[in-house]
């Protein structure tokens, strides 16, 4: 048998490694595969590359902590007798288990893996975080995880701050091991600290969140990036999801991260700045964002993104 490091990505983080048959896809895959730090606190990997096929294997391993920031690459992951997760691109998965567990995982092959994965020992956690830890597992969905055995398991979308930083460790250029190692624990740290605080605003409410008001909180997210020029309210999104006001509020800053206005304030600037980088003026992009106010939309631009818009048409007519 071929020991083969886990596809970190999209599986439980077990700290043990895999062993599987030494088929032609998971030899694929072990080449995929890159360590970039290994110490008995924490490790980083990425998997950055493309499966010709389906692949499916069990994984099991010891207590760990893990965020896996899925940039690019779909499948599922699930501890044994609990729900699957489904995990897709712009996710971040997190695991926690204070003992051995065991599961299974699926990755999607014919499109690009991009993904990294941080795993940090429990004992390191509450040496260095102390009771903050408590904060992870009390935001963990019970739907995908086993309380009774200690283990949790969670997905959401990837933060800003976390997208930053794993393509920053994807992109590393560093070429001398021990500045590599570096660079990559003080990223793991990076990961660490916006994770703690992220999960540490997540409410007991947010909790008791169905699998099914999730997936409407997500269905929620994708209309507000599909149609983001539309005259959105609190109680026209949450009536075209088919949630409580209330649900979409707390849920949405929960599950996505941020508020409702702020995730549409944001989606729209995100475009705009796309448009007036294609060409079009200021006041095309304004009304194809949803604004019908040329200065509050100059503001809104400026706030977001450090810079006026009209300064960007500028900078592409003299570029």
């Known amino acids: 048998m071929d020991t083969l490091d886990s596809f970190v990505s999209l599986d439980m983080a077990c700290q043990a490694p895999i062993e ?4 032609s896809t998971t030899q694929v895959l072990q080449t ?5 730090l290994r110490s008995t606190d924490m490790s980083v990997s990425t998997i950055v590359g493309t499966l010709g096929d389906d692949i499916t294997f069990d994984a099991s391993g010891p207590a760990a902590f893990s965020i896996t920031l899925v940039v690019e690459g779909s499948g599922y992951t699930l501890l044994d007798g609990c729900e699957r997760l489904d995990v897709t691109s712009g996710k971040a998965i997190f695991f926690w288990s204070d003992g051995l567990i065991s599961g299974r995982d699926h990755i999607r092959g014919g499109n690009p893996i991009e993904t990294v994965e941080i795993r940090f020992h429990p004992d390191y956690l509450s040496r260095t975080v102390g009771s903050m830890t408590d904060a992870i597992r ?10 009774g055995r200690n283990a949790f ?3 959401i979308p990837l933060s800003a701050e976390l997208l930053d930083v794993a393509r920053s460790i994807l992109g590393c250029a560093i070429q001398e091991k021990k500045l590599r190692e570096i660079f990559m ?7 660490l600290a916006v994770t703690l605080e992220l999960l540490s605003r997540t409410s007991p409410a947010a909790t008791r969140l169905s699998s099914r008001e999730r997936e409407k909180l997500e269905e929620a997210r994708r ?8 005259p959105w309210t609190i109680g026209r999104l949450a009536g075209a999801v088919g949630l409580s006001e209330t649900k979409l509020k707390l849920g949405f800053r929960e599950v996505i991260g941020r508020p409702v206005r702020a995730y549409l304030r944001d989606v729209r600037m995100d475009n705009a700045e796309r448009m007036l980088g294609d060409g079009r003026s200021v006041t095309e992009a304004a009304l194809e964002c949803g604004y019908g106010n040329l200065s509050h939309f100059s503001k809104a ?3 977001r993104k450090g810079v006026a818009p009209h300064s960007l048409t500028l900078q592409r007519r003299r570029g």
Do not use: Q, W
Not at 32 to 36: G, K, N, Q, V
Not at 185 to 191: H, P, Q, S, T
Not at 223 to 230: K, M
């Open 32 to 36: 995929l595969i890159r360590p970039e």
């Open 301 to 303: 631009f400026l706030r």
């Open 20 to 23: 599987m048959p030494p088929t």
């Open 185 to 191: 624990r003080g990223k793991a740290l990076e990961v």
């Open 153 to 155: 398991l969670l997905a």
């Open 223 to 230: 209309l507000i990036e599909l149609s983001f020029a539309e």
């Open 138 to 147: 009390n935001a963990f969905a019970v739907d995908r995880s086993d309380p």
